[in-house]
């Protein structure tokens, strides 16, 4: 984005490991980095005093920044997926992200899955770029522009290039690595216009040409639909929305009138959520993301996290490096 710099990451290639957390990011093949594990609003929430917050802050988990991801093919030209409204504190905890000097920075594009406030708000953050390219779908641009006002916002203080998003095709982002995204339906209606229609929400499937692996990051979707299904088959790396626990967390809870699949996101538990869909998916790894600051999972010794880890599925933290 306004001068891309090679190489900052391969140059301090010290490990082996494939799953760092937080602060022991130097250099490893890192393909993937979750930047931010939460849902919007993060864990804890500012304004909740819900059971699952008030645990994080006595400890009982750790805290975690709103939903985005950091992917690159070669360690040294970075992509986004959504911009956080932690996009700073986000890069700042990521040494490859860092400028190589002057304002070179090694992040090249930001690509947004839908146009939710905490995938796009982070965007208005990286104004001082020399230049802001953004990935989107037709329908999410739209939103971003003449809905919340996002983009046409950060126009007035950087030129902003915009790559339409066409679902179904396959597109090089770098030299290594391609990405197809893939339409994700939901019934969720969009919040600044009566669009019901297609591309509102987007998933990607990312290929490394170099080593042939796969990842799905598909941080909402509503419903396991045959042709979402198709997208994530055989993926070696899955990363999929953990938003709720139960499809009524929030009605229980007496903090929402919606179910978690009226906002969009299919629940874990039950005998339609995601973890009883999971082993039909042929995906070799699996981990939660975007989990609303109500789940229980993102507490470490809660009876909901033992069921998923028991079942061979990971629940993600900030810091999180994944190599495929
Ligand atoms: C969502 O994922 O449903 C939204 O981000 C909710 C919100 O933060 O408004
Ligand atoms: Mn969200
Ligand atoms: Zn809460």
């Given amino acids: 984005m306004g001068g891309a710099g090679p190489g900052s990451g391969a140059s301090r290639a010290t490990g082996t490991s494939t799953d760092v957390r937080a602060g022991e990011g130097w250099g490893v093949r890192v393909w993937l980095r979750v930047l931010g594990s939460a849902a919007g609003g993060g864990s804890p929430q500012w304004n909740c005093g ?25 360690r040294g030209r970075w992509f986004l997926i959504n911009a956080a409204p932690d996009v700073r504190t986000q890069i700042e905890a990521f040494p490859a992200l860092h400028p190589t000097d002057d304002r070179t920075t090694p992040l090249d594009a930001v690509l947004l899955t839908d146009a ?14 020399g230049a802001v390219t953004v990935y989107a779908t037709p329908a999410v641009h739209k939103t971003l522009h003449d809905g919340s006002g996002v983009l046409r916002t950060l126009e007035r203080y ?11 095709t396959d597109v090089a982002l770098a030299d290594g690595l391609s990405c197809r995204a893939f339409d994700v339906p939901t019934s969720k209606r969009d919040r600044f216009g009566s669009g019901t229609g297609h ?12 080593t042939g692996g796969t990842l799905v990051y598909l941080p909402g979707v509503q419903a396991l639909t045959p042709e979402v299904r198709a997208e994530i088959a ?5 990363l999929i929305d953990g938003t709720c626990w139960r499809d009524d967390e929030l ?9 978690s699949r ?5 629940p874990i538990d039950g005998p339609d959520g995601s973890l009883a869909q999971l082993p039909s998916l042929g995906v070799t790894r699996t981990i939660y993301v975007h989990m609303n600051n109500t789940n229980p ?4 010794d809660s009876p909901e996290r033992r069921i998923v880890q028991d079942s061979g599925t990971e629940v993600a933290m900030d810091g999180l490096e994944v190599e495929v």
Avoid: F
């Fill in 50 to 74: 819900c059971p699952v917050c008030t645990a994080v802050r006595s400890g009982a988990g750790p805290a975690r920044t709103q939903s985005s991801v950091a992917v690159s093919a070669d």
């Fill in 116 to 129: 939710e406030l905490d995938h796009t708000l982070g965007l208005l953050l990286l104004r001082e770029a």
């Fill in 158 to 168: 950087c030129p902003v290039e915009w790559r339409a998003v066409v679902p179904g």
């Fill in 199 to 210: 591309g509102r929400v987007v998933g990607y499937r990312l290929t490394d040409d170099h």
């Fill in 234 to 238: 055989g993926c070696d790396c899955l």
């Fill in 251 to 259: 009605v229980r809870l007496g903090l929402a009138g919606k179910t």
């Fill in 262 to 266: 009226e906002m969009g996101h299919l």
């Fill in 297 to 300: 999972i993102l507490l470490a």
